[in-house]
């Protein structure tokens, strides 16, 4: 494998690692508390589910030959005018996604040189990306940070549990080295949570 396939296949790992985290830290919660704001500058994950909607729809239609900022984009109603029932949240949550991992599975390594504007600023297909994969990382990390002071009762651990640092490290170095992606497994924790 190259190194551009690679990359590609790369990313689209990172970037399903991070569809996944946001979506176990909402499972967690009640419909009710996804529409919750601690005040009015504070954005409930509902609006932020709409804002990373409409960017993705944004930035990833027609990817390699319009401008990411589309000229249907109206970034301030994300903001403005959250979503106000959870079946619709979701299906623009997937809907957002879904737009995202099709442009990247039609990409190829010639791709990742080409130049893309951005609000008419040029960048290489790679450099976009990158420009994704930091922002939308951003906002799942806001997701679940504010899914986890909402939640009642008890926690389930996205990342190593508290306390259990020790036990996941000897579990790692009991394996032997070998090339494997930390991805992988921590999908395979998120979907699996009854196996660690």
Same mark, same amino acid.
Request: with cysteine; hydrophobic share 35%.
């Given at each position: 494998?190259?190194?551009?396939?690679?990359?590609?296949?790369?990313?689209?790992?990172?970037?399903?690692?991070?569809?996944?985290?946001?979506?176990? /830290?909402?499972?967690?919660?009640?419909?009710?508390?996804?529409?919750?704001?601690?005040?009015?500058?504070?954005?409930?994950?509902?609006?932020?589910?709409?804002?990373?909607?409409?960017?993705?729809?944004?930035?990833?239609?027609?990817?390699?030959?319009?401008?990411?900022?589309?000229? !249907?984009?109206?970034?301030?109603?994300?903001?403005?005018?959250?979503?106000?029932?959870?079946?619709?949240?979701? /299906?623009? !949550?997937?809907?957002? !996604?879904?737009?995202?991992?099709?442009?990247?599975?039609?990409?190829?390594?010639?791709?990742?040189?080409?130049?893309?504007?951005?609000?008419?600023?040029?960048?290489?297909?790679?450099? /976009?990306?990158?420009?994704?994969?930091?922002?939308?990382?951003?906002?799942?990390?806001?997701?679940?940070?504010?899914?986890?002071?909402?939640?009642?009762?008890?926690?389930?651990?996205?990342?190593?549990?508290?306390?259990?640092?020790?036990?996941?490290?000897?579990?790692?170095?009991?394996?032997?080295?070998?090339?494997?992606?930390?991805?992988? /497994?921590?999908?395979?924790?998120?979907?699996?949570?009854?196996?660690?």
């Amino acid at each position: 494998m190259d190194l551009a396939e690679d990359y590609i296949r790369s990313i689209k790992r990172q970037f399903l690692y991070y569809k996944t985290l946001a979506e176990k /830290a909402m499972e967690q919660l009640t419909p009710e508390q996804l529409f919750c704001s601690a005040d009015e500058d504070t954005n409930s994950i509902a609006v932020i589910v709409k804002h990373l909607n409409g960017n993705m729809l944004s930035r990833w239609t027609d990817f390699l030959t319009t401008d990411g900022e589309k000229e !249907w984009r109206n970034r301030d109603n994300e903001f403005d005018n959250p979503y106000t029932d959870k079946e619709t949240l979701l /299906a623009n !949550w997937e809907e957002g !996604w879904s737009c995202l991992f099709t442009a990247i599975e039609n990409l190829n390594a010639e791709n990742l040189t080409e130049i893309i504007y951005i609000r008419n600023e040029g960048h290489t297909v790679l450099e /976009a990306i990158n420009r994704q994969l930091a922002h939308y990382p951003y906002h799942v990390g806001q997701i679940v940070f504010y899914a986890k002071q909402l939640k009642s009762g008890k926690w389930n651990s996205l990342s190593i549990p508290k306390n259990k640092s020790n036990q996941y490290n000897s579990g790692k170095f009991s394996e032997e080295k070998g090339k494997r992606n930390f991805i992988d /497994a921590e999908l395979n924790k998120l979907n699996n949570p009854d196996n660690q």
